[in-house]
């Protein structure tokens, strides 16, 4: 019988944070040996940032092409992309991906090195998600939408000087990430209990210090963005490598992202993926009987929504939602329990959380 306990931990080889590290791309890809780049961006950081990529690229002497990607999702837009590379592209050892942009660029990126065997680099320029130092991607599939794995990033770079510039919701996006780490941990400390999963108490124990953290730091985030940008980028990075620890991405995601997930069903992706699981949070709190006012106060303080209103969701859709979550990922056993929530029990939730 095999080993509940074992799996293969994935981790970059070096992360960079600070101002100005954006710079240091071209020799980091230099000392990996590497010599061909390809790199997927968007419309905005192209125009804001496309030059300091250019620049230190063309300083270390590197092979290199500049990809803005279409609208479509991370899968579609990768696949668009392998039919373009060349062959040189697709030889391992010598060639490397970086996504430089948000969340749906940076999983393009890992799905385009995962799917040809190249080496990937995470530099993200909005603190909304975890994603950017995991090995996980997003991608819808029969209108849900789901992650897998692909590719840990080798490095990642954290420019704290082009984070700060991010409009204000992605860091409240940011910190809805993760406070939800405190009702992940407790789903999988249940999952444990009661259905003999494997649980990594180190996983769960710094996943859970990277809430509390984050909460504590709420004011200094609403602050300051540069401070803010530091302290959410660290945590994110910190969070996306716990899901490399652990094997899976237990310790940061839970009935929360189930919710998520369902509310992306059921109203098209009304928000940022961190406003939904910072809403769901309050919610999954109180069903583990957790401090959930002080989660409300903390996504509050920095702007973040705390209600339907506030991602223009029906009372309705997210009552639906609720109900739904639980069969988002059927073999993921949390608080919502194999049956998930009644309608009147979902709508009871959401209105003594003050959601609806």
Request: net charge positive.
């Amino acid at each position: 019988m095999k080993d509940k306990s074992r799996h293969t931990v994935r981790l970059p080889r070096r992360i960079i944070l600070g101002k100005g590290a954006v710079e240091e791309l071209g020799s980091n890809i230099r000392e990996l040996g590497l010599k061909r780049v390809v790199v997927l961006t968007s419309k905005t950081p192209m125009r804001l940032f496309g030059e300091k990529i250019r620049k230190t690229l063309s300083e270390s002497r590197l092979s290199f092409r500049l990809i803005p990607i279409g609208g479509g999702d991370a899968f579609t837009e990768a696949l668009k992309l392998e039919k373009s590379l060349a062959r040189p592209d697709r030889k391992p050892g010598g060639s490397v991906v970086v996504g430089f942009g948000g969340g749906r660029v940076i999983d393009a990126g890992k799905i385009l090195a995962w799917r040809n065997s190249l080496e990937f680099i995470s530099v993200p320029t909005v603190p909304s998600h975890d994603g950017i130092a995991s090995p996980l991607a997003s991608a819808p599939r029969g209108g849900r939408r789901y992650s897998f794995n692909t590719i840990m990033p080798s490095v990642i770079i954290g420019d704290v000087s082009i984070l700060a510039t991010a409009p204000g919701k992605y860091f409240g996006a940011g910190v809805g990430d993760l406070v939800a780490k405190h009702t992940a941990v407790k789903d999988w400390r249940l999952s444990h209990t009661l259905r003999g999963e494997y649980y990594g108490e180190y996983a769960a124990s710094l996943a859970e210090t990277i809430a509390e953290r984050i909460v504590k730091c709420v004011d200094k985030i609403a602050g300051d963005k540069l401070e803010g940008a530091s302290i959410l980028v660290e945590a994110l990075i910190h969070a996306g490598v716990l899901i490399g620890i652990a094997g899976s991405s237990r310790p940061c995601s839970g009935s929360e992202h189930l919710f998520s997930h369902a509310l992306d069903y059921v109203a098209g992706y009304p928000a940022l993926h961190g406003e939904q699981v910072g809403i769901g949070t309050i919610m999954m709190s109180r069903l583990h009987d957790g401090d959930w006012l002080r989660i409300r106060d903390a996504l509050s303080k920095v702007g973040a929504p705390v209600s339907a209103r506030g991602i223009n969701v029906s009372e309705k859709q997210l009552v639906k939602a609720l109900t739904l979550a639980h069969t988002i990922r059927p073999e993921r056993y949390t608080i919502l329990g194999d049956k998930g929530l009644t309608r009147r029990a979902a709508e009871e939730l959401a209105r003594s959380t003050m959601v609806i």
